[in-house]
């Protein structure tokens, strides 16, 4: 009788872990035992197979820094990086006004707008690759027709070739993909805003011009800034365009830091894991950024 | 009078406005599904034409598809299938009763937890995608489909658990009061009353998951070694290296794997946004 109100009281208290363990099981597995795990190899000597040979101490970082590539493979990322977001959102402010209009057939075009998002970014690379393919290519055909390129089948007609036109390819690609997410994103945004905001505008004789920088732009910035830090994420942590389209080739001029990582996987599993540790620094301080700025702890959904 | 005037005088701008808007749409919209429609062109080329520089092939054929079930790429359509259903199950079992607890409850740990959700959302496997392959391999787990429902099911966590989050805070409580009155217990109001009220969160959280699994490309590129053992997005990929590739079933491959997510995504998109910005717009 009197162990009963002991033993309910510890059931009350594990009760919370019995609704929410699995998840965090399940976190702990995926998430956080990888993160450790990375770390760990880092500083020891893995052989080809991923036979540990003992520790490396900082001896992985030390031939990480040291690569010819690893500066090269450092810049490309953060212009990669900088100039997908930057065009996504331009481009992707442009459409959301676009498709905040009324016209026929806005349902349509919206779902049209989906298909990139909602498709596997490896087959909307591979269609891309199919179309940039110097001897049957579309996007080649195309420019031959236009009197760009005199032949397929030469080096001039094959984009993917050089890094020089390889890596606006494949910019452009990224930009492609992460547009309609970004569309979206600010369309909920200018939802938000309400119509008597506009009416006020109107009334004032405010321009079209000047309505949308300083009424439609500011009220917009939550949701602009949301996409587009999301945005950095996936563009910072993109591999399969890149994979698919170049390998990150020729030599490793079109890599970035996750190509580069993946490719050392196959020679040097230690440097490789240092890799991704630098890069998974350059994620934290990311997200660091993106928590500051939507101040997390307030906005939670309750 | 003056209300009757003034559309006459002025040159009716408002429809060719508004014609210009719809066309430039349509131009965009268009320019968006062209590499899908490429795709299905290409599936439907004759086997004779598929290294032909032509922009529309001569005849179309279904043939591509027929004979794809019949090929070595059905079996990675199963992996794939097998993976995106398993994630699905996997991340409804562990987020339904996580979201409903921390929607319901205010426990020690809920803001911990809830923050734990949001870190996962931002960290992608490509980040550490050697830890992960450390880890799986430790378990002797490398070239398993388990290990790739998973991993999987981890990443995805955390859009799950937003979307029905929110789904389960939105039910007002006194419904529930009212069906246990009644005579309901604790379980026979959560499947009777609050389960049926947040279905279409369950339904958007599972069809993003099945989507997004069946989409993942690097952890199999990682995990699998055998090429029967791979989903279709790897093992399309690598077919295209091949010396002698068989474009017709690679493009009916890339057709299966992308038209059928399209339009189940456009079944959610509404509710997608609201479930990838979570925790940072309201």
Redesign the interface.
Known sequence: MQQMPALKRVARKLEPLAWIGPAMVLIAVVVVWPVIEMIRSSFLKISRFGVVQGSNGTGNYAKLFDEADFGGVMIRSVIWVVAVVALTVLISLGLAQLFNQRFPGRRVTRWALIAPWAASVVMTSIMFKWMLDPEVGLINMIRRDLGLIDALGGADADPLGAASTAMPWLIAVAVFVSVPFTTYALLAGLATIPAEVYEAARVDGASRWRTYWSVTLPLLRPALTVAALINVMNVFNNFPIIWVMTHGQPGYSTATSTIFMFILKGSDIGESAAMSVVNFGMVIVLVAIFLKVTNWKTEVPR | MTSHKAPRRMPNPAPLK?VL??A???V???I??F??L??II?ALRPREE??????LPSSFHWSAFTEFWSGGLAGNLLVTLEVAAGSTI?VL???L??A???AR?N?????V????????Q???P??????????F?QFGMVDSVWSLI??N???N?AFA??IL??YF?SIPRELEEAAAMDGSGRFGVLFRVTLPLAMPGVVTALIFTF?AA??E??VA??LTTTPENQPL?VA??SY?GQYQVDWQS?FAG?VI??IP??I???LI?RK???G???????
Request: no cysteine; charged share 10%.
């Open positions: 508004k808007i719809a430039g749409a349509y965009i919209a268009i968006f599904i590499p899908y490429q795709m290409a598929q290294r032909e520089a032509l922009y996997l079992l562990v987020a009763p996580a409903y607890y921390s409850h426990f020690r740990g809920r803001m937890f809830l923050f734990l959700v949001l870190i996962t931002m960290f992608q490509t980040a550490m995608l050697v830890g992960i392959y450390r880890e391999a998973l991993v099911g981890g990443f966590l658990v937003w989050h929110a805070a989507i069946w989409n490309f690097v590129l990682t997005t399309l990929n295209i690679l890339s794997a992308t997510v399209i189940l995504f456009a998109e997608v946004v609201s990838l910005t979570a925790g940072s717009i309201k």
